[in-house]
């Protein structure tokens, strides 16, 4: 069993950054895919952005040239730096892990940007 701690979230203005960290709590080396999603009030849980066990990454297209995913191995930590922020990405934004037989969550932090 592996648990996923997010921490980075917060309250910060249209424009401004913040960066997400995942900690997990053992290897994630054997994870082929990690990520973050995030679920707005009302809305379904989407994908943000992963990456792969090599470094291969994928980004919603809302997202693209403005988020940053990053993988620490050797750390046990996923990182999401988000920059030029906006009000439409407020939610609360999860830690997601890939194996070949199982998946993890973290319990969510929060993501409000102010207009």
């Known amino acids: 069993q592996v648990q996923l701690v997010e921490s980075g979230g917060g309250l910060v203005q249209a424009g401004g950054s913040l960066r997400l960290s995942c900690a997990a709590s053992?290897?994630?080396?054997?994870?082929?895919?990690m990520g973050w999603y995030r679920q707005a009030p009302g809305n379904q849980r989407e994908l943000v952005a992963v990456i792969t066990r090599g470094g291969s990454t994928n980004y919603a297209d809302s997202v693209q040239g403005r988020f940053t995913i990053s993988r620490e191995n050797a750390k046990n930590t996923v990182v999401l730096q988000m920059n030029s922020l906006k009000p439409e990405d407020t939610a609360v934004y999860y830690c997601?892990?890939?194996?070949?037989?199982?998946?993890?969550w973290g319990q969510g932090t929060q993501v409000t940007v102010s207009s």
């Open positions: 053992g290897s994630i080396f054997r994870f082929g895919v």
């Open positions: 997601n892990a890939r194996g070949l037989t199982d998946n993890y």
